[in-house]
């Protein structure tokens, strides 16, 4: 048993975080997401240009050959921030999803573009808004001569106006099927969600004609091929909620010793001592979880239950940090300026991403004990 | 990063195999023998003293206090040798610092740090060995969480000193050989600059043992009338005990660290699977799996912490605040499986199993959730720890001590 970072691991992370600090410093944030420019150009081409993007794919497609740890560990430095935009969906979704999904052909002619950075990625997998099921897809996919004929929408994109391509699903005549989608077409109209979320879009289609070559798969069972294939980039998000909840109980530590009133500093209160305890249990707990389904996927273990245990976990850990960082930051902490209000938001709106914590404890369950057949 | 417990070095190897065979041999004896709690209402003698005869076979070899010097009664051996151990007696559902019902995990690391070469000789070699049963007597009735509260006076007289006092809620149900207690030594004197710890036999005149009967199971009251105990058995320094007592509160605030795990939810999930009623097996239920769900989660996490405690402790890098988190939620997750256990079996879960090891007994698990929210302080306290621990407030953050 080992519970400590490698030597490389430990200067990865260092790279990673320096990388965060002067890129995505804390007085910057605040205003990408105030202003909605989330997606931050400069910064995705240098991540490219570090190798990060497409860390996971393998060298022959112009990846970087490392490892689910590996990735773990740049993807927890940054959450820290948390740096926005479409980092997660580029560099991890889509490449997973086309090595698993797509033909040698597809795979050549868009992963490596992927790799260095001139290939942007939105994913849009389940419509529902509280679920993640193939059944709720509302992307409807016909038969047009040579391609397809796409009408519909698909609901809740992560950064679709950064994305030149759409990796989605569609419903068609024979079920459903993946579509590497170009978001550039006649007839693609990209519509922000306003709320309590953030970088949350609707991408429309109007009788939007696509060749046959940007058919990912048709095969019957692209569902749950895709949900196999995510299942390793589930830690990965994980990852980045660990470090988006290290980097707010470091803010919220931070704070009880500065902040004084009664005459003390508020650390010195018993009940905002308890909001504190409650948070780093949430935080350890998710950290040492996501961390051995990590090694999991890493040492050829079995991991799938292990992977959505931490989803669960981190994804709630996450939800549930803000609100104790809240409740001792108060006021403050509710300025759209504050360093806080990135994390609040991005823990509700990644709540839901890829599926809440019940639908994860569903699927862990079920992983460990089948449900008989009916 | 790597979490196989069993990823040896070949040193390592060679001394597992060692381990699971030896043990395989002596855990032969067992038969139908189920394992008891520390407090046990089920007053199992055949059981303890296949315990008891197991931690003699163990002292023997050094196995119970592996990491502590061949002359004081331990291994002599290193950290590598102590995960090994640990990792194989939680197979067979005991552990390292449990094997009979001896506060020895706590009193020999303290008695190793704090005692000088002459105490060390003579207390540590039959605790290392397994050959005697001794307790920790701190509480007092107007104490609980307020330890330094303390009196209980030891009156320096010539060679010896003459103790007086009552100690409460400590022990189990079998009569020991020492008692590890800390007095007042200054009852005029400064607070936490007026307390000492001592080892006394449980033998001599004027130790009164009275059982006190608990929900989870058996304590007692010791009453102290002119116990008269020799000077070299103060250890640590007179007035000195409060800062002994940062390494003794460390160990029993969960800063050992453990890989054993709690079996209870894993008897739960085959309780599911082999019950149920109209609606089906209790497994394919709904509502049955949310609830099994968190229940296997908190279990998974907390045995993750206990874990992490376990090798950062052994690799002389503690984890500040780690054991009073892993106590805190050990206790407010076995406050939870009470409630769960019940919401999933009904009165069934209030029902008392002869057969199942007692840890697993469903009596027992609905004891011990009300039952082990106080045991050396109140969750309140595991929270006041935590934060000083983790610098809350405070311009330096408080450390955890070694305690290897």
């Given at each position: 048993m080992d519970l400590r970072f490698s030597e490389e691991q430990l200067i990865l992370r260092d790279v990673v975080a320096r990388f965060v600090q002067q890129r995505a410093p804390e007085t910057e944030v605040p205003r990408w997401f105030q202003a909605n420019e989330t997606f931050q150009p400069e910064l995705y081409r240098q991540a490219a240009n570090t190798g990060w993007i497409g860390m996971c794919v393998p060298e022959s497609l112009g990846g970087g050959g490392f490892g689910t740890m590996d990735a773990g560990i740049v993807f927890e430095q940054l959450g820290r921030a948390p740096v926005p935009g479409p980092l997660f969906a580029s560099s991890i979704l889509a490449p997973r999803l086309l090595t698993q999904l797509a033909s040698q052909e597809q795979q050549s002619r868009l992963i490596p573009p992927t790799c260095n950075g001139s290939i942007v990625w939105a994913v849009g997998l389940s419509d529902s808004p509280r679920g993640f099921t193939e059944n709720d897809i509302e992307l409807v996919s016909k038969d047009a001569g040579k391609g397809l004929l796409l009408t519909g929408r698909k609901r809740f994109v992560h950064d679709a106006p950064a994305a030149d391509r759409l990796l989605c699903t569609a419903r068609s005549a024979q079920g459903t099927i993946f579509l590497a989608v170009d978001l550039r077409l006649e007839g693609v109209r990209i519509v922000p969600h306003e709320g309590f979320l953030s970088s949350l879009y609707d991408v429309e289609f109007d009788q939007v004609e696509v060749g046959d070559d940007d058919v990912i798969s048709r095969s019957p069972s692209c569902w749950h091929d895709a949900e196999v294939a995510l299942e390793v980039t589930l830690p990965i998000?994980?990852?980045?909620?660990?470090?988006?909840?290290?980097?707010?109980?470091?803010?919220?530590?931070?704070?009880?010793?500065?902040?004084?009133?009664?005459?003390?500093?508020?650390?010195?209160?018993?009940?905002?001592?308890?909001?504190?305890?409650?948070?780093?249990?949430?935080?350890?707990?998710?950290?040492?979880?996501?961390?051995?389904?990590?090694?999991?996927?890493?040492?050829?273990?079995?991991?799938?239950?292990?992977?959505?245990?931490?989803?669960?976990?981190?994804?709630?850990?996450?939800?549930?940090?803000?609100?104790?960082?809240?409740?001792?930051?108060?006021?403050?902490?509710?300025?759209?300026?504050h360093p806080l209000v990135p994390h609040t938001v991005t823990s509700r709106t990644l709540y839901q991403f890829l599926g809440d914590p019940n639908y994860h404890k569903e699927k862990m369950m079920d992983v460990l004990f089948p449900m008989p057949s009916s | 990063m790597n979490f196989d417990q069993e990823a040896d070095t070949p040193e390592q190897a060679l001394f597992r195999q060692e381990v699971r065979e030896w043990l395989d041999t002596a855990m032969a004896g067992r038969g139908d023998l189920k394992w008891s709690t520390?407090?046990?209402?089920?007053?199992?003698?055949?059981?303890?003293?296949?315990?008891?005869?197991?931690?003699?076979?163990?002292?023997?070899?050094?196995?119970?206090?592996?990491?502590?010097?061949?002359?004081?009664?331990?291994?002599?051996?290193?950290?590598?040798?102590?995960?090994?151990?640990?990792?194989?007696?939680?197979?067979?559902?005991?552990?390292?610092?449990?094997?009979?019902?001896?506060?020895?995990?706590?009193?020999?690391?303290?008695?190793?740090?704090?005692?000088?070469?002459?105490?060390?000789?003579?207390?540590?070699?039959?605790?290392?060995?397994?050959?005697?049963?001794?307790?920790?007597?701190?509480?007092?009735?107007?104490?609980?969480?307020?330890?330094?509260?303390?009196?209980?006076?030891?009156?320096?007289?010539?060679?010896?000193?003459?103790?007086?006092?009552?100690?409460?809620?400590?022990?189990?149900?079998?009569?020991?050989?020492?008692?590890?207690?800390?007095?007042?030594?200054?009852?005029?004197?400064?607070?936490?600059?007026?307390?000492?710890?001592?080892?006394?036999?449980?033998?001599?005149?004027?130790?009164?043992?009275?059982?006190?009967?608990?929900?989870?199971?058996?304590?007692?009251?010791?009453?102290?009338?002119?116990?008269?105990?020799?000077?070299?058995?103060?250890?640590?320094?007179?007035?000195?005990?409060?800062?002994?007592?940062?390494?003794?509160?460390?160990?029993?605030?969960?800063?050992?660290?453990?890989?054993?795990?709690?079996?209870?939810?894993?008897?739960?999930?085959?309780?599911?699977?082999?019950?149920?009623?109209?609606?089906?097996?209790?497994?394919?239920?709904?509502?049955?799996?949310?609830?099994?769900?968190d229940a296997i989660i908190d279990g998974h996490v907390l045995k993750m912490l206990q874990t992490r405690n376990l090798w950062f402790r052994l690799q002389r890098d503690p984890v500040p605040y780690g054991g009073v988190q892993a106590r805190y939620l050990r206790r407010m997750i076995g406050l939870s499986n009470s409630q769960r256990f019940q919401q999933i079996l009904g009165y069934s879960g209030l029902l008392k199993d002869l057969n199942v090891d007692?840890?697993?007994?469903?009596?027992?698990?609905?004891?011990?959730?009300?039952?082990?929210?106080?045991?050396?302080?109140?969750?309140?306290?595991?929270?006041l720890q935590f934060a000083r621990r983790l610098g809350l407030g405070r311009r330096q953050r408080e450390s955890a001590p070694l305690t290897i």
């Open positions: 998000l994980s990852a980045y909620k660990v470090g988006a909840c290290q980097r707010v109980f470091e803010m919220t530590v931070e704070y009880t010793s500065e902040r004084v009133v009664f005459g003390q500093p508020i650390g010195r209160f018993q009940r905002v001592q308890d909001h504190v305890v409650e948070l780093t249990n949430h935080m350890d707990a998710a950290r040492w979880l996501t961390y051995e389904a990590l090694w999991k996927v890493d040492s050829g273990r079995t991991y799938t239950a292990a992977v959505h245990e931490a989803k669960a976990l981190a994804s709630e850990a996450y939800y549930q940090v803000c609100n104790y960082a809240n409740m001792v930051f108060a006021g403050p902490g509710t300025s759209l300026d | 520390q407090w046990s209402t089920r007053g199992n003698e055949a059981e303890y003293a296949f315990r008891r005869d197991l931690a003699r076979k163990l002292g023997e070899k050094g196995w119970m206090f592996p990491t502590i010097p061949v002359e004081y009664g331990g291994g002599g051996l290193d950290v590598d040798h102590q995960f090994v151990l640990e990792g194989e007696i939680a197979r067979h559902d005991l552990s390292l610092t449990q094997v009979f019902y001896t506060l020895a995990r706590i009193v020999v690391p303290v008695v190793n740090q704090w005692g000088n070469e002459e105490q060390k000789r003579r207390i540590l070699p039959p605790l290392c060995k397994g050959e005697v049963i001794c307790w920790q007597v701190m509480t007092e009735p107007q104490g609980g969480s307020d330890l330094a509260t303390l009196t209980t006076v030891a009156k320096r007289v010539g060679d010896e000193y003459i103790i007086n006092g009552q100690k409460v809620m400590v022990g189990s149900t079998h009569y020991p050989d020492y008692l590890w207690t800390i007095v007042n030594t200054n009852p005029g004197g400064e607070r936490h600059e007026n307390v000492s710890w001592i080892y006394v036999d449980a033998h001599t005149p004027g130790v009164t043992i009275q059982p006190l009967p608990m929900i989870m199971g058996m304590k007692n009251i010791v009453f102290f009338d002119d116990v008269h105990v020799p000077v070299e058995d103060l250890v640590g320094g007179e007035n000195n005990g409060w800062r002994v007592s940062t390494t003794h509160l460390e160990l029993e605030h969960d800063g050992g660290g453990s890989v054993s795990g709690d079996p209870a939810v894993d008897r739960l999930i085959e309780y599911c699977k082999d019950n149920g009623d109209s609606m089906g097996r209790l497994i394919d239920q709904p509502d049955v799996r949310r609830i099994l769900a007692e840890a697993t007994d469903f009596d027992y698990i609905s004891r011990r959730g009300p039952a082990t929210l106080h045991g050396g302080g109140t969750l309140d306290t595991d929270r």
